[in-house]
């Protein structure tokens, strides 16, 4: 053990005396100032990578179909767990509800309500007033303000 302690103690300072030339002087390089033209690049960088992210963005979206109203034609309404892993969820799509049975490998509609027939109306729904964060958001998304 003693000798690989030495060999490694006589390698960490041998091998990097191996590497350096002697009694040569290396030029050090000028500490080089930042001008207004460098943080103008920096900038215009910036803004093209910018760009480029939220053109990728709107890309996908326009790719994907995603639509920032589609949160409006289909919602959960509510729902009930029956266990560790099933439950049952009424989903309000348009005009219809679907009461599914959901569970880790199915999803199974148990039955459709239409007209009449449904649980909770939307006119109902509009007029329960949520507060705090949830409330904020919701009138930002919609694009309604209480001035």
Do not use: Y
Request: hydrophobic content about 50%; aromatic content about 8%; overall charge positive.
């Amino acid at each position: 053990m003693p000798e690989k302690l030495m060999l490694a103690w006589s390698m960490f300072w041998w091998f990097p005396a191996c590497f350096a030339a002697p009694g040569v002087d290396v030029p050090k390089q000028a500490v080089r100032t930042i001008s207004a033209g460098d943080m103008l690049h920096w900038g215009v960088g910036l803004l093209v990578v910018l760009a480029v992210f939220f053109f990728c963005v709107w890309g996908m979206r326009k790719l994907s179909g995603i639509s920032v109203g589609g949160a409006e034609k289909m919602r959960i309404v509510g729902g009930l767990s029956l266990g560790m892993r099933e439950k049952v969820i009424l989903l309000q799509v348009g005009k219809k509800q679907l009461i599914l049975g959901v569970t880790p490998g199915r999803i199974d509609a148990l039955h459709v309500l239409e007209g009449d027939d449904c649980l909770t109306s939307n006119e109902s729904s509009s007029i329960v007033k949520d507060s705090g964060f949830a409330a904020i958001v919701a009138q930002a998304m919609k694009g309604r303000s209480d001035g």
